[in-house]
């Protein structure tokens, strides 16, 4: 059992990235709530503080889906480096005879997959609750899984620049919070559009971009950030 | 001088004109080492002389060094790639992750790695026989450092850069490590290491960062008591 072969090539440390952190993931089940739990209760509390008016939180809901749906993948991503750094992993990741790249990829993966992906499929029903108009619900799908995933990939520079800082909490807020208005804006513009009527294209179009983008360059500069940290 | 000396002219591992710094304060320089396959380096000084610095350079972890490191005769920067496939580096931290089990931890390794015998077998070659899915928060300082040590049977490099290597395990683990390390050693490995006990390990060579002076002549290579370093230069 202990004779296969290992994974050869590129592929083997995002595979074995990939399944460890899935592993890890699954292991520390109140971890994952927690942005799942905030999303909810922020949302929730809109109505309560602004007002429970129909028309009033249908003009706000995608804005506020969308803000939320931010903070709730900003106060995730502290951990993801966190805990390889603290326990000597992201050394052994470093030295490993593996592309550094896929295995940083496969980490915002797994981190995608554990908080932005949930917070996607929970968006709908929070809208629901905002009293979003039906058009609303697939632009906001489609959007937040786009934008989410932007955001993961660019939340882990931020992450891995102040991994090694004891209190990096805020820092890494103040270094990703600029590079995610962009992403705001075209997701909640493409909520907002798709509910007046209108053609939401162009905003997924952009939004796709960005994501291709964070795609190629994002685990290379959290990788070049990693060795950086690491090398106090 | 014979053949067979000028076969192993090129040293495993060479260290030239290697300083470090730290927070503007020097911790050693001029650091001039030829390391051979075969060699135990147990590098000494005192708290603060920069052993785990010095280790974390030539493991390729940290850049923050001055001075050039070879593998096989090539230096590190370019020849990074293979020398990660043929070193070890086990460091303070364990690298053990503690929601998982000592087996899913090697299993990470191994599929990274490559791995020289089974992942039950390294287990049990440390002592951990019958804890493969034991979680890792379960188990005690001592069982953590021996999942990391189990990496050493593992592991197919022929580098060692073990820094306190012998912290938290028994006596007899103590024993097994050096007879494991005296094994890798008559395989042609190389082994550099820093520990403050005294090892009783016969091939043993030391460098001490703290009275280290550099000589430049070529004659010898400035180790604190070396042995037979006359011999590698002919």
Not at chain 1, 68 to 75: F, I, R, V, Y
Not at chain 2, 88 to 103: E, S
Not at chain 2, 156 to 163: E, F, G, S, T, V
Request: net charge negative; aromatic share 6%; glycine share 10%.
């Amino acid at each position: 059992m202990g004779d296969k072969v290992p994974v050869a090539g590129l592929l083997g440390g995002f595979v074995a990235s990939f399944r460890r952190d899935l592993l890890i993931a699954a292991r520390h089940k109140a971890e994952l709530t927690n942005p799942l739990v905030f999303f909810l209760i922020a949302v929730t509390l809109i109505p309560l503080g602004v007002s429970p008016e129909k028309s009033v939180l249908t003009l706000l809901a995608p804005g506020i889906v969308w803000v939320m749906a931010l903070l709730a993948t900003l106060l995730s991503l502290d951990g993801l480096f966190r805990s390889d750094y603290d326990d000597g992993s992201l050394e052994q990741m470093l030295i490993s005879p593996q592309s550094l790249y896929f295995t940083v990829m496969a980490k915002v993966l797994v981190h995608w997959l554990v908080s932005g992906l949930p917070v996607t499929l929970l968006a709908p029903v929070l809208g629901l609750m905002l009293s979003l108009p039906v058009e609303g619900y697939l632009p906001l799908l489609v959007s937040l899984a786009l934008g989410t995933a932007s955001m993961s990939l660019i939340g882990a520079v931020g992450a891995a620049l102040t991994v090694s800082l004891r209190k990096g909490g805020l820092l890494l807020s103040l270094i990703v919070m600029p590079l995610y208005i962009p992403v705001l804006i075209f997701g909640a513009s493409a909520v907002q559009t798709a509910v007046q009527g209108g053609a939401i294209g162009m905003q997924l179009a952009v939004l796709g971009a960005f994501l291709a983008l964070a795609i190629v360059l994002a685990p290379i500069a959290a990788l070049g950030a990693l060795r950086i940290s690491t090398n106090g | 001088m014979t053949d067979s000396e000028t076969e192993v002219a090129c040293p495993l591992l060479e260290l030239r004109n290697l300083g470090c710094e730290r927070d503007e304060r020097l911790l050693f320089s001029g650091l001039d080492v030829q390391l051979f396959a075969g060699d135990v380096v147990q590098i000494g000084g005192p708290n603060g002389a920069g052993k785990t610095t010095l280790l974390r350079a030539i493991a390729g972890i940290s850049t923050d060094f001055h001075g050039q490191i070879l593998y096989a005769g090539q230096p590190l920067p370019a020849a990074a790639w293979e020398f990660a496939g043929d070193s070890l580096y086990l460091g303070h931290l364990p690298g053990i992750k503690k929601a998982l089990t000592p087996a899913e931890n090697l299993e990470w390794y191994k599929a990274q790695n490559g791995a020289a015998i089974s992942i039950n077998d390294a287990l049990a070659a440390v002592g951990l026989y019958g804890y493969e899915d034991t979680p890792c928060y379960q188990l005690s300082a001592g069982q953590l450092r021996r999942v990391a040590l189990a990496r050493l049977h593992l592991s197919r490099a022929r580098i060692w850069i073990l820094d306190e290597p012998f912290t938290a395990i028994d006596k007899l683990g103590v024993s097994q490590l050096e007879a494991l390390i005296a094994r890798q050693c008559a395989q042609g490995g190389l082994v550099m290491l820093t520990s403050h006990q005294d090892l009783t390990l016969p091939q043993l060579r030391m460098v001490n960062l703290q009275d280290y002076q550099p000589v430049r002549n070529g004659t010898k290579n400035g180790l604190g008591s070396l042995i037979d370093g006359d011999a590698y230069h002919g």
